[in-house]
């Protein structure tokens, strides 16, 4: 099992633009999320989704999309890039959200930076 | 509203053991406390959860209390290579998973 993987790894984006974060993961789990991790801070949940079809906003939602089209896929969609999402994007996954006990799979990162 | 808390930044020599305590509140009555380990440019990944008591795997222990309003996750004997970034994660009653701050172990030779 390749676990999850996300692509790019790093991007450089100007200000307004827009692009499409690529998560994956092929162990068969109902629950992704996404992260962003600023320098010397720990993780903030943008987006989750339950399975198929099903998503929903998490802590810091404003200015991000997702979709979830199928088991495998979670992207999360930057509309209008701006400076204050220059990050590290963390994508994660898990059997189902079932709380604490279920252990969260993360994917490499993303490093994105915005000018 | 479920909220950890855990100490920003601790720092040992190798061969010690360390102890890195999250305090949380309002956690779902039957769910879980994890520990997750993070290097850097990593994702985090699990080390180890338990509900009540103690549990040891072979890399940590993990000490819960009767009230479960805090947990410690204890490094037996730490290396260099245990230099990391520590969270306990915990989850709420809507299955909402809260996450800790994060501690910064540094390990000194």
């Known amino acids: 099992n390749a676990g999850v993987t996300q692509t790019p790894k790093f991007q450089v984006l100007k200000t307004g633009q827009s692009m499409t974060l690529q998560c994956a993961q092929d162990?068969?789990?109902?629950?992704m999320s996404w992260y962003r991790q600023d320098p010397g801070m720990g993780l903030r949940l943008i987006h989750y989704s339950v399975g198929a079809g099903i998503t929903d906003q998490g802590e810091v939602p404003n200015g991000y999309n997702v979709s979830r089209s199928t088991t495998e896929d979670f992207p999360l969609r930057l509309l209008s890039a701006a400076p204050s999402q220059t990050s590290v994007y963390f994508c994660?996954?898990?059997?189902?959200?079932?709380?604490?006990?279920?252990?969260?799979?993360f994917g490499p990162g993303t490093r994105l930076t915005v000018l | 509203l479920a909220k950890t808390t855990q100490p920003i930044s601790m720092d040992s020599y190798e061969g010690q053991e360390v102890n890195i305590t999250c305090s949380h509140n309002?956690?779902?009555?039957?769910?879980?406390i994890t520990w997750y380990q993070q290097f850097p440019s990593q994702g985090p990944r699990f080390i180890i959860q338990g509900y009540k008591t103690k549990v040891t795997n072979e890399v940590a222990s993990l000490f819960i209390p009767a009230d479960r309003k805090s947990s410690t996750l204890s490094l037996p004997r730490v290396s260099l290579s245990d230099t990391a970034v520590y969270y306990c994660l915990v989850g709420d009653r809507n299955y909402q998973l809260i996450w800790g701050a994060g501690t910064k172990l540094i390990i000194k030779p």
């Open positions: 309002n956690i779902a009555t039957n769910d879980y």
């Open positions: 162990m068969n789990h109902e629950y």
């Open positions: 994660a996954s898990s059997y189902h959200r079932g709380g604490a006990k279920d252990t969260q799979y």
